[in-house]
């Protein structure tokens, strides 16, 4: 009984190109969205620098007059029409 038992490992096939081009890519899309979860939790300092540069051209643009939208006299809102069914 005990010669009956078969402990040799099971006939698997190769795998095939386009299921070893199926599992890399899978493997490079699951550490692609692990870079992008980490690049939401882990903030990346900003250098000071580029927020000098920042802060500077905000100042230039305050500077700028900026216009004033006037409502023209003759000009009326539209009128909003119920949806008739």
Not at 32 to 40: D, E
Not at 46 to 57: G, I, L, M, P
Not at 61 to 81: F, G, H, I, Q
Request: charge should be positive; hydrophobic fraction near 40%; include cysteine.
């Amino acid at each position: 009984m005990a010669s009956d038992l078969d402990f040799s490992p099971p006939e698997v096939p190769e795998p095939t190109f386009l299921e070893n081009l199926l599992r890399y890519g899978l493997f490079l899309g699951a550490i692609f969205q692990l870079i992008c979860v980490l690049a939401i939790i882990v903030p990346i300092p900003k250098s000071h620098d580029t927020e000098a540069e920042q802060s500077e051209a905000r100042g230039a643009e305050v500077l700028k007059k900026p216009k004033a939208a006037v409502p023209s006299a003759n000009k009326r809102p539209k009128k909003e029409t119920k949806k008739k069914r």
